[in-house]
């Protein structure tokens, strides 16, 4: 797996805000569209593009544009609908599918309660979006299940991550010819004894949303 660790100081500021308990919901929710659009310009720089031609007011020029089939950005709800706004402000003409997964809060297993994606993956470059990756369950789950679908090349943007749960998504593909790649804004210490990030910023889902 490929692993970008975001180093830019307006990446960091924002993060730090984000952190503190004391950030309420709508900063909390806009502070993380910043964070994505700033991610998401380093997660596609390996976006498939094709050749396209137009004519200046001057000249023709041979430029590029978005190659088909479009790649698909996938939140995986609740906390990467947070994320989606930020993602599409960079690629408008991405399709999204969802993929609603939860863990359990005793066994960490993660399960999908809801699946809308595009009939089609065959050979298509999905993003996924997951603010928070900690013991890697479900971006694991997620990753599975799209390159079972045909999917050739996943990219997943995390806000945070821990050291845990990068190393379960590298054991998980490690046998396995997959074309990955992890974008986070930051590698966290560790997990505590609950499956929380450490120093973190809690609960994502309920700080984007308001139920802290
Ligand atoms: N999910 C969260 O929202 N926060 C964590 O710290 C870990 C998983």
């Given at each position: 797996?490929?692993?970008?660790?975001?180093?830019?100081?307006?990446?960091?500021?924002k993060l730090t805000v984000l952190r503190d308990q004391n950030t309420k919901s709508?900063?909390?929710?806009?502070?993380?569209?910043?964070?994505?659009?700033?991610?998401?310009?380093?997660?596609?720089?390996?976006?498939?593009?094709?050749?396209?031609?137009?004519?200046?007011?001057?000249?023709?020029?041979?430029?590029?544009?978005?190659?088909?089939?479009?790649?698909?950005?996938?939140?995986?709800?609740?906390?990467?609908?947070?994320?989606?706004?930020?993602?599409?402000?960079?690629?408008?003409?991405a399709e999204v599918g969802f993929l609603g997964m939860v863990r359990d809060h005793?066994?960490?297993?993660?399960?999908?309660?809801?699946?809308?994606?595009?009939?089609?993956?065959?050979?298509?470059?999905?993003?996924?979006?997951?603010?928070?990756?900690?013991?890697?369950?479900?971006?694991?789950?997620?990753?599975?299940?799209?390159?079972?679908?045909?999917?050739?090349?996943?990219?997943?943007?995390?806000?945070?991550?821990?050291?845990?749960?990068?190393?379960?998504?590298?054991?998980?593909?490690?046998?396995?010819?997959?074309?990955?790649?992890?974008?986070?804004?930051?590698?966290?210490?560790?997990?505590?004894?609950?499956?929380?990030?450490?120093?973190?910023?809690?609960?994502?889902?309920?700080?984007?949303?308001?139920?802290?």
């Amino acid at each position: 797996m490929k692993i970008h660790i975001a180093a830019h100081p307006l990446i960091g500021h924002k993060l730090t805000v984000l952190r503190d308990q004391n950030t309420k919901s709508p900063t909390f929710r806009q502070l993380t569209e910043e964070i994505v659009t700033l991610l998401a310009y380093e997660a596609t720089r390996d976006i498939k593009t094709a050749p396209a031609t137009v004519m200046t007011p001057v000249a023709l020029f041979e430029g590029i544009e978005l190659a088909e089939p479009r790649p698909v950005v996938v939140p995986i709800l609740r906390a990467g609908l947070g994320m989606l706004e930020g993602m599409v402000r960079l690629i408008p003409t991405a399709e999204v599918g969802f993929l609603g997964m939860v863990r359990d809060h005793v066994t960490l297993q993660a399960s999908t309660y809801a699946n809308r994606l595009p009939e089609n993956l065959e050979g298509r470059q999905c993003f996924i979006l997951d603010p928070m990756l900690a013991t890697g369950g479900t971006l694991i789950a997620a990753m599975e299940y799209l390159f079972e679908r045909g999917a050739t090349e996943v990219i997943a943007i995390t806000i945070l991550s821990a050291p845990e749960g990068i190393a379960a998504v590298e054991a998980a593909f490690a046998h396995k010819d997959h074309n990955i790649t992890l974008v986070t804004g930051a590698v966290d210490a560790k997990l505590n004894e609950h499956g929380y990030i450490v120093p973190g910023l809690g609960d994502a889902g309920d700080r984007l949303y308001g139920v802290v």
